[in-house]
Every structure is written in C-alpha cells, then in structure tokens.
T-cell receptor, first 110, second 114 residues
C-alpha cells in the first residue's frame, strides 16, 4: 500500500533558526496536504499542493511539491515559539486515498 | 467560523463493550472521515463516507467498526467490541467535496479501553 515517510521525527530548533521537514511517498501523488497539530490539539489544515514543482508561501512557511510529485517539503524560517507542534504531510493518491506521514514534532528553545 | 464538533470528549469503556463516537460535520460538507491517533503516533485514516455509503476504508477498519449517518447532521463511529488496542484519540473530519479538498478536523474523542 501507499507509504508516506516523513523526516525528521523530531526537530529541536533554536528560536530564530530555520528548519525543514521532508515528506516522501512510495507512489506518485495526486496532491499533498500539510497539517499542523498543536500539543493536545487536532490537525489543522495549512495548505494543499497540486502541481508538479509547485511552491507556496505562507509568511515564514514555504511549501514545495517535487517535480515527480512523490516528495514535498516544509521550510520554516526564523522559528518562533508559536511554531511549536507536529507538522504532518498527507499524500493523496489518484484513487483519493489519504495517507498521513508520521509527523515532525517541533520544539523551540527560546 | 463553522467547525466540526465531537462528543464525548473522553470516553472510558471496558474491554468488550460497544462504544459510539459522535460527530457533527460542517453543515454544507459532503465528505466525512474518521481517523485514529494512538498516543504519540501518527494520524491513521479509518474510513471515508460520501452519499450515505463508505467510499474508502483502511485495513484498520475491520468488522468491529461501522459508521452511520443516522440523520442529516450526525456522523457516528461504532466499535462493537472494544479491545485494549482501540484506546486512542478518534478524530472526525469533513470536507466540502472529496479528499482533494482541505479537511476540517474536530477536536477528537479520547477513547480509553480498560
């Protein structure tokens, strides 16, 4: 079955630094979504990428979809304490099946 | 802003008992989903539901699980005979069209099986 791998599992970041989380799929994806889950909370939709090579920005967050539509990344610049949480990618195949990655849990050192 | 609601927030049950988890999706959404998240682990897809029938289900969603939309607003997940390993947070989600659209998650029901 489809597997979506996400690395790293944990990311400890100094406030102000940048970091990137990566998502890789074993199969070609129709699109990919990113969600953020705060500690004790529920996943909240951040963005969806559809086109090959697509890049989207939300303030300090930059999302990228690979040319082959099998990988994606989320890059956060100048990390703030509000960025704490777990970031999940969710890959969607052509038959509409959604598969979440294991998530990257981000902690921030002030 | 419309939101998905879930009840109860926490359910404690004994092994072998039946539980029903309830969700009220966003009113103009057509696709509904249940996910499970075991403590500290990733979100796992259970089932999607559209037009009063299951459209997709995962390997986790075996005969012990069922879903229902008993009326125009509620969407339920039933576990017939709970096992210890069913202990998890269960999230309901809805989307306006298919999974190709953003999904709105509810706050979750924490199920504890003792």
């Amino acid at each position: 079955g489809q597997q979506v791998m996400q690395i790293p599992q944990y990311q400890h970041v100094q406030e102000g630094e940048d970091f990137t989380t990566y998502c890789n799929s074993s199969t070609t994806l129709s699109n990919i979504q990113w969600y953020k889950q705060r500690p004790g909370g529920h996943p909240v939709f951040l963005i969806q990428l559809v086109k090959s090579g697509e890049v989207k920005k939300q303030k300090r967050l930059t999302f990228q979809f690979g040319e082959a539509k099998k990988n994606s990344s989320l890059h956060i610049t100048a990390t703030q304490t509000t960025d704490v949480g777990t970031y999940f990618c969710a890959g969607i195949t052509n038959d509409y099946k959604l598969s979440f990655g294991a998530g990257t849990t981000v902690t921030v050192r002030a | 802003e419309p939101e998905v609601t879930q009840t109860p927030s926490h359910q404690v049950t004994q092994m072998g008992q039946e539980v029903i988890l309830r969700c009220v999706p966003i009113s103009n959404h057509l696709y509904f989903y249940w996910y499970r998240q075991i403590l500290g682990q990733k979100v796992e897809f259970l089932v999607s539901f559209y037009n009063n029938e299951i459209s997709e289900k995962s390997e986790i969603f075996d005969d012990q699980f069922s879903v229902e939309r008993p009326d125009g607003s509620n969407f339920t997940l039933k576990i017939r005979s709970t096992k210890l390993e069913d202990s998890a947070m269960y999230f309901c989600a809805s989307s306006q069209r298919s999974s190709l659209n953003e999904q709105y998650f509810g706050p979750g029901t924490r199920l504890t099986v003792t």
